[in-house]
């Protein structure tokens, strides 16, 4: 493998070739292996992106999509390499492709311009070969008779692909060349498997693919209009054109589409693919693909250029292993796979969490996810960077917001190209205006001028753009403060400056008026009940059926008087999801007697394994003992639930005992008139504190480098009475750890809200005080020695989300055991910002060694087992790879 120093040599000379080639060739016409890449060639097949789908929806683990299609250049479709294993059908040569569907991505056809060449009025066969590099899909055809076909495909728009076809013909004769695409029939495919699904047309008849072509055999087809779905969604005016440089003669089926030329001696030929969501976009598109076949060859070279751009400036480590840089090139491939262009209500380019995971793509756009997609890309794709971050601040609320003008600074949790129903009424949205996805309930923990501030120095250092580095950090300074100001004013319930998680005053944690006056139906639980109260749900103690409720009165009551079996509330939901980590067992989730539920047969064991709350409760004395029964109902289905043997009152005491520590109240922010602006936990986050740490400090120096002085005194003093106080209130001497704190209804003697939550189990939360730097020496030395530890987060691959002695503690359990790439790199970056490089370094490197397929062709994961490295939740994930990526730069060596 090259060093850097070569690929930087040779990539002035590519792009030197790539200009003088734009200035004296024919550019619809020349042939393009003058400038071939010369970084992106290295990295062949660092993703496997073969795949021939057949069906709508073909998915793998987590019902995310089978497949890792090449997505690039903020396009909304993606490509595919034929799988060449698959001996039931020739497919070599065509491009398996997909479409994001709004908000969904989901197989189109099986294969697209598909060529089979008939020589002598015969088909004949190929030997192929197909890759990929960063930025390109690649194959190549020979037949015996010494014909070759060399295909490229590339993205080359926002909504637009470009084929290269070169056929070598070095026979005497003309030959026939056929080019065909066949759409996907089937609806749904788990591992290989349709499940006896109905067809496609069965399952979704709105959604029509009716293919048309022209007088020259361009083809194109126009998708029916689909809201109802939660895996397709269109607006009866999407399609996608294919348009060719050279005419066809072509004929259509209901499915599928073949064209026919004839070709004497050698030709290139281009084809570009378009998916526009609306009429409107089509017809801007359309002057962009006439551009494109025009100068077709002018569309690759900047395509080829902009990934060796890319690589040049990602690929920074000199003292990488080349296993450690394929995993580099893996992450920005992925990154930038994920990243969209404007479509909708967004009007900036985004990154989404993962374009192949069914919840996370579309442009679907959070902040927590942003933050560290866009610390990463600012090192190699600045632009896409800061687009990112202006994404997310595109739908701050602002002052007289027509939906919730006491949120002023707020960044919504999940915004999108189609806006949340509640938002699109109140701003009298007539398009775009039913999103699945878009969510209000909550934000996320604010990173925001930390990545902010990497961005300016990457362009002022890197990228030699000191000018739009100033320009950004202006730009973004009155957003940030903004910000900063809400976490105050709507999460400060005890209004001592240091902000907790929470949950807005919004309709899907709070009675509206309608509900409280519609009848009681499987849609509405609401009726009777006290207009603006906290909605919340409880299951009462000898009952099997939820009762519904409302107001923070009564739901801290029930908390305190145990009678319930089980008990929620949205608002609860909501502010763990504003932490970043939905079911952490910090929040009071712990597995109970009641998910010891199973439709096969449960062992006593395996019960009390799952009964984590009841475990924890033995410490209060309570007998755990369990009796697994067999309810059958009047279909013979058997369904297996546990239930404790001893129900005694005096039993049942102990474990209310254990149910208390894990209760997670509520408190209600008001304005200065007594308005309800929100709701936060009687708990101050020991990460969430350690992020506002950050927050001043970065302020302070975004301040200071724009003029603004005063401010940057203010935020390094507020920076300064948050480490004291995490230091003096947060951290638990008897176990060496950093923990959240209890809210009391009176403060401590000492000034702090509350006493350390540490019976709820070590988590990363631990050590969020040395990543930000917040950490005295002495407290960073004893949360390492606990980092180190065996028995806690030294596992197969280190530091889990949960210590293994935690008692909420699952491997395979989200946010209570996985590992998460973003909390190990705040982990080993904590870890070497106290003195623990080599130890941070040691971790680093059995993450890349342990992780499954890291550093092979497996997409890059959202979270890995900590006790065996396998795989879990949604691949090709952004902040893993984005984080990966930081890892990369700043620890292999």
Not at 434 to 459: F, G, I
Request: glycine content about 6%; some cysteine.
């Amino acid at each position: 493998m090259m060093n850097m120093n070569t690929k930087k040599s040779f990539l002035t000379v590519s792009i030197t070739s790539a200009l003088l080639l734009g200035c004296f060739s024919d550019s619809k016409n020349s042939n393009s292996e003058e400038n071939q890449p010369i970084i992106a060639s290295q990295f062949s097949n660092i993703l496997d992106r073969s795949g021939t789908p057949s069906h709508l929806a073909e998915v793998g683990a987590g019902n995310h999509m089978a497949y890792t299609p090449l997505h690039d250049n903020g396009a909304w479709h993606g490509h595919l390499l034929p799988d060449l294993s698959q001996s039931n059908e020739n497919t070599a040569g065509g491009f398996g492709t997909t479409i994001i569907a709004e908000e969904y991505n989901v197989s189109m056809a099986k294969y697209l311009e598909k060529p089979m060449i008939i020589l002598d009025g015969k088909k004949t066969d190929f030997t192929t070969k197909a890759y990929s590099i960063p930025g390109a899909l690649i194959q190549k055809l020979t037949t015996q008779d010494g014909v070759v076909i060399d295909l490229t495909l590339r993205f080359v728009s926002d909504r637009s692909s470009l084929l290269e076809t070169k056929v070598l013909n070095p026979t005497t004769q003309s030959l026939e060349l056929s080019l065909s695409g066949q759409l996907v029939t089937g609806y749904y495919a788990k591992d290989g498997d349709a499940q006896s699904q109905p067809s496609l047309s069965e399952k979704l008849p709105n959604y029509t693919r009716t293919l048309n072509s022209d007088n020259t055999g361009n083809v194109v087809v126009d998708f029916g209009r689909e809201r109802d779905s939660w895996y397709v969604r269109t607006t009866g005016e999407s399609a996608f054109h294919i348009t060719r440089s050279t005419p066809t003669i072509t004929t259509l089926t209901d499915n599928a589409y073949t064209s026919i030329k004839r070709i004497t001696g050698n030709e290139t030929f281009y084809t570009v693919f378009t998916h526009t969501l609306t009429a409107q976009e089509w017809a801007k598109e359309k002057t962009v693909v006439d551009d494109i076949l025009a100068n077709p060859t002018t569309y690759l070279t900047a395509s080829i250029n902009r990934w060796e751009t890319y690589l040049e400036k990602g690929l920074s480590n000199n003292s990488a292993a080349p296993e450690h840089e394929r995993v580099a090139v893996k992450a920005i491939e992925t990154l930038n796979g994920n990243w969209r262009s404007p479509a909708g209500v967004l009007d900036h380019h985004t990154v989404t969490p993962s374009v192949t995971a069914r919840w996370f793509s579309g442009n679907l756009t959070w902040p927590w996810d942003t933050w560290k997609q866009a610390y990463a890309m600012a090192h190699f794709n600045p632009d896409v960077a800061m687009e990112n971050i202006r994404a997310v601040f595109q739908y701050q609320v602002q002052e007289g917001d027509a939906l919730r003008p006491w949120d002023q600074g707020f960044l919504l949790d999940v915004v999108g190209m189609n806006m949340g129903k509640p938002r699109a009424e109140a701003e009298n949205r007539t398009e775009f205006n039913d999103a699945q996805t878009w969510n209000e309930r909550d934000t996320k923990p604010s990173l925001a001028s930390w990545a902010v501030w990497e961005v300016y120095s990457a362009l002022k250092n890197e990228h030699q753009r000191e000018a739009e580095a100033i320009a950004f950090l202006q730009e973004m300074y009155p957003k940030l403060v903004a910000y900063h100001n809400w976490w105050l004013t709507a999460r400060d319930t005890n209004k001592n400056g240091i902000p907790e998680y929470g949950a807005t005053f919004d309709t899907e944690h709070n009675v509206t008026a309608e509900e409280a006056a519609k009848p009681r139906d499987i849609h509405n639980n609401w009726n009777g009940l006290a207009i603006n109260a906290m909605k919340y749900k409880y299951i009462k103690l000898g009952e099997d059926k939820w009762t519904y409720d409302a107001g923070i009165e009564g739901y801290n009551a029930l908390l305190d008087s145990q009678n319930y079996v089980d008990i929620g509330s949205p608002a609860q939901t909501a502010a763990s999801w504003e932490s970043g980590r939905d079911d952490a067992a910090v929040f009071g989730f712990i597995d109970t007697i009641a998910d010891a539920k199973s439709t096969e047969p449960m062992s006593i064991t395996q019960a009390q394994q799952i009964d984590q709350l009841g475990r924890y409760a033995v410490k209060h004395g309570f007998d755990n003992s369990i009796t697994v029964n067999e309810i059958v109902d009047g279909n013979g289905k058997s369904t297996y639930i546990a239930e404790y043997t001893n129900t005694t009152p005096e039993n049942n005491d102990k474990l209310n005992l254990a149910k208390k520590e894990w209760q997670v109240k509520f408190a209600e922010s008001k304005d200065t008139n007594g308005q309800i602006v929100g709701y936060s936990l009687k708990q101050e986050s020991v990460d969430q504190a350690s992020y506002w740490y950050s927050d001043n400090n970065y302020l302070a120096k975004i301040a200071q480098a724009i003029g603004f002085s005063d401010d940057a005194l203010e935020f390094k003093a507020k920076a300064e009475k948050t480490k004291q106080y995490i230091n003096q209130c947060m951290f638990d001497a008897n176990s060496g750890f950093y923990y959240d704190i209890s809210i009391n209804s009176i403060s401590l003697s000492n000034g702090c809200a509350g006493e350390p939550l540490s019976h709820r189990g070590m988590g990363p939360e631990g050590w969020s005080p040395l990543f930000n730097g917040a950490a005295t020496q002495e407290n960073a030395d004893a949360v390492v020695k606990n980092m180190l530890d065996i028995n806690k987060f030294n596992t197969h691959v280190p530091l889990g989300t949960a210590a293994l002695d935690s008692p909420a503690y699952g491997a395979d359990i989200y946010w209570r055991g996985r590992v998460w790439v973003d909390q190990f790199y705040f982990g080993v970056r904590g870890m070497a910002n106290y003195g623990y490089q080599v130890q941070a370094n040691e971790y680093v490197s059995r993450l890349f060694q342990n992780a499954e397929g890291l550093t092979a062709d497996r997409p890059i994961q959202e979270n890995y087992n900590p006790e065996t490295g396998a795989v879990q939740g949604a691949n090709n994930f952004s902040w893993s790879s984005a984080h990966l990526y930081m890892l990369y730069n700043g620890f292999i060596n």
